[in-house]
């Protein structure tokens, strides 16, 4: 039996679809659980293209297991876009919100690719998945001048870098003998206003300084840190190994200032372990940036009414033990819309919040139906 | 600058009249033990090994800072731990109790090992009190017996030698060593153990690191053992 078709029955009257936003890995995720628990669903995605952003940003491999991101991604596409209870709005936003007599919403779309302009639909439920984008470095508070030294790249440049096996200085093309990374740079800093730890930029940046040493074996890679965050198994996955088999240099210490010297950047900042100042040449500074709510995100909360935290990403109501529903009943949410989240939670909370999704069409089937 | 050289002055860690490729040349000889491997994978900088580390209570020494000199590679601070941290160690092994399985006291073995091939000032001073001890270990086997501990002979051992020594009866009956060597008993080693113990030290080589840290030790110890293997008749 493909897709449940007596679940089906239960949802089957009409207009009870769930609208997912956002086509990026927990929005397919959550597209593809609401269709295979039998409703119809139609994911909306803002881009030209599914995928989110290890699609849109390039990422080499994935954390923790070094998959190929773009072929992982595809293997989502693949999975979601044949599916006959999937309908899916490329180059679409949400404009409009409102919510039905008698329960449900309407859903105003306007798409962009199609010349299909606005339409409307039926929703009986949302889930939304419209995800995270990178801290901008210019908005950082030290002196690391990302937009004033090409060298100074963030790990969103490295990924692509990594993805083509062409990681060089941008200054002049030559592959660099000596990187560091500097962590938490947006995260954890109250100047800045993120007071949160991005969650998933110590094991993206070890993962990338690994990637490195594999591409470039005679490349000395630092990564300068408040405290490593890998917790689980990423310990063993990745924090581990980049020590003990790639020889990736941690050192306690955040760098306060990158100068230019010489044709190389010097790194400036304190060795804290070693109880000394460190002023250390570099050819590349990776600055490991942590998670913004997206625009995408901000746009969604405001249009649907949804509860933000002070940071802008959208509120969980009811935490700890509810992660997906907002402060709108019927609306849910996932993945790093909710707050910094790696793959492993994105797609665990999009399974959450698919089924609460279904579980909120079908109770409301079942009461307009015994009423 | 050297090329790893970490930190604002390049002779932070002193030593700056030590070409930087002799300091390499002994990283390299510590390295390439074949225990090295086993005895360091990666360091947290979490201190447990200070925490435990009776030596870091009564000086200026942490086994930390010498897994972490390992780990980063760091040849100037290495070599400057070879000529002065290494011989705070009591050797005592607490710090195996590292969560990443590291054996800081036993990269110190290795450098210690390399300190004393390699004839470094810090292991001649190191070992200078100690030629009786070495005296009496390659020429018999056996440690001193206690009872040798008179405090007048071995002031630097600490007022604890003459508590030892006092009451010396009373101790061995509370903690009964494995042998009760004495210095009657102390010197006496059947000879054929003592031919297989000379040729020992003769084919690892550890005769020879006593030549780089104590040419005189060296000169009495080959001297004895030769005679020795000369009465017994055994040719090398």
Known sequence: MQQGGEMQQGAASPGERVVVIGGGPAGLEAAWGVARLGCPVTLVEWAAFLGGTPVAENYAALTPNFEDAEAAMQR????????PLVDIRLRSQVTAFDEREGGGFTVTLSSAGDG????????GAVVVATGFQHFDPGRETQMYGYYEYPDVVALQDLEAMLKDHNVVRPSNGEPPERICFVQCVGSRDRQIGNEYCSKVCCGVASKEAIEVRQQLPGCKVFIFYIDMRMYGYWESQIYWPAQEQYHVQYIKGIITEVLPKDGKLLVRGEDTTMGR????????????VGMEPSLGTRLTAQTLGLRQNKYGFIDAAYPPLDTVSTSRPGVFACGAALGPS???????SAGAAAMRAVVHVRDRSSVTAAG | MAASALYKAPDVAGYGDVPYEEKARLFDLVKADLRYPDYLYGCYECGICVAVCPSARFYDFSPRRVAQAAAREDVELIYQQMQEDIWECSQCFSCLRCPRGNNPGGIITIMREVAVNNGLASAREALEGYSRIIYKIMSTGTQVSPDMLQPDAFPDWGPEVKDVSDNLDLWRRALPPETLHTTRTGWDVAPRTLVELYLIWFETGALDMIKGVDEGLHMILEEVMEERLEE???ER
């Open chain 1, 76 to 83: 989502m596409i693949d999975r979601v876009s044949p599916h």
């Open chain 1, 116 to 123: 299909s302009g606005t339409s409307t639909l039926d929703a």
């Open chain 1, 277 to 288: 100042p460190m002023e250390v040449p570099m050819d590349m500074v990776v600055l490991s």
């Open chain 1, 342 to 348: 790696d793959l492993e939670d994105s797609i665990s």
């Open chain 2, 232 to 234: 017994e008749g055994v």
